[in-house]
């Protein structure tokens, strides 16, 4: 009976070695599958809530401009009524500055005649005497009608404290320039509003104006603050002294 059982045949090493690598592959493969799709998974899901927080951000800053904008667009409309003069100067006030003016991280609102001259303040009945005939916001309107809301970059005070200017230009009914409507803005409100986010080691987050120039940025750094993205880092341009109200 023993000589007529075969004997199983023995099957190659280097083929079960082959099959063994073969299922180590396959299933190295298919892990390799998931963990790429749980990882591209996490990155959509990373970038569609970075996506949401800078839409979120962007639209609160977007809103308070604007309400500021209104603010000086309305004195600029305001300062052209003719019965502006023949009222008191308290209710002249209330006719021109609404309570944005006051709001927190905002400056005083100026009135400036088509020479500069402050005319207007609309946090005293007696403005200060100043001229600011030199600065890049009241050139820019005297030499252009449409120049719109103009944002300058950010600038110093001799008190070490950090604005951006806002303006708008006031226009004589044939259109010929006759001042300016201006403002500021402190950049502790953009400050204060990133601070409250939190980032990654490799995370950052910047406000720029519409000239490259950094407005804001996260993790703060205060020696990038004024830098343009046009032209070195290395140069900061940011200005010192008091080209607007405060």
């Given at each position: 009976?023993?000589?007529?059982?075969?004997?199983?045949?023995?099957?190659?090493?280097?083929?079960?070695?082959?099959?063994?690598?073969?299922?180590?592959?396959?299933?190295?493969?298919?892990?390799?599958?998931?963990?790429?799709?749980?990882?591209?998974?996490?990155?959509?899901?990373?970038?569609?809530?970075?996506?949401?927080?800078?839409?979120?951000?962007?639209?609160?800053?977007?809103?308070?401009?604007?309400?500021?904008?209104?603010?000086?667009?309305?004195?600029?409309?305001?300062?052209?009524?003719?019965?502006?003069?023949?009222?008191?100067?308290?209710?002249?006030?209330?006719?021109?500055?609404?309570?944005?003016?006051?709001?927190?991280?905002?400056?005083?609102?100026?009135?400036?005649?088509?020479?500069?001259?402050?005319?207007?303040?609309?946090?005293?009945?007696?403005?200060?005497?100043?001229?600011?005939?030199?600065?890049?916001?009241?050139?820019?309107?005297?030499?252009?009608?449409?120049?719109?809301?103009?944002i300058s970059p950010p600038w110093v005070t001799s008190d070490g404290e950090y604005l951006i200017s806002l303006s708008r230009r006031i226009s004589n009914d044939d259109g010929s320039f006759a001042g300016v409507v201006a403002g500021s803005m402190r950049l502790s409100y953009f400050h204060n509003l990133f601070?409250?986010?939190?980032?990654?080691?490799?995370?950052?987050?910047?406000?720029?104006?519409?000239?490259?120039?950094?407005?804001?940025?996260?993790?703060?750094?205060?020696?990038?603050?004024?830098?343009?993205?046009?032209?070195?880092?290395?140069?900061?341009?940011?200005?010192?002294?008091?080209?607007?109200?405060?």
């Amino acid at each position: 009976m023993n000589g007529l059982v075969q004997k199983p045949k023995a099957v190659p090493t280097k083929r079960l070695l082959a099959l063994g690598i073969g299922l180590i592959l396959c299933f190295s493969g298919i892990c390799a599958a998931i963990l790429w799709e749980m990882a591209d998974k996490d990155y959509r899901h990373a970038k569609e809530g970075a996506t949401n927080l800078i839409a979120s951000i962007a639209s609160e800053i977007d809103r308070t401009i604007e309400l500021y904008d209104l603010s000086l667009q309305a004195v600029a409309d305001g300062v052209k009524l003719p019965e502006l003069g023949k009222i008191s100067p308290e209710l002249r006030q209330v006719v021109l500055f609404d309570r944005a003016a006051t709001a927190k991280d905002l400056g005083s609102i100026l009135v400036l005649n088509a020479a500069g001259d402050v005319t207007r303040d609309s946090r005293t009945l007696t403005p200060r005497a100043a001229n600011f005939a030199d600065r890049d916001f009241f050139r820019a309107h005297r030499t252009r009608a449409d120049s719109g809301l103009f944002i300058s970059p950010p600038w110093v005070t001799s008190d070490g404290e950090y604005l951006i200017s806002l303006s708008r230009r006031i226009s004589n009914d044939d259109g010929s320039f006759a001042g300016v409507v201006a403002g500021s803005m402190r950049l502790s409100y953009f400050h204060n509003l990133f601070r409250k986010l939190n980032f990654g080691a490799g995370d950052s987050m910047a406000l720029f104006n519409t000239d490259g120039v950094m407005v804001m940025r996260a993790p703060f750094d205060i020696s990038k603050i004024g830098q343009s993205i046009k032209t070195p880092w290395s140069s900061n341009s940011i200005r010192h002294g008091s080209p607007a109200p405060t």
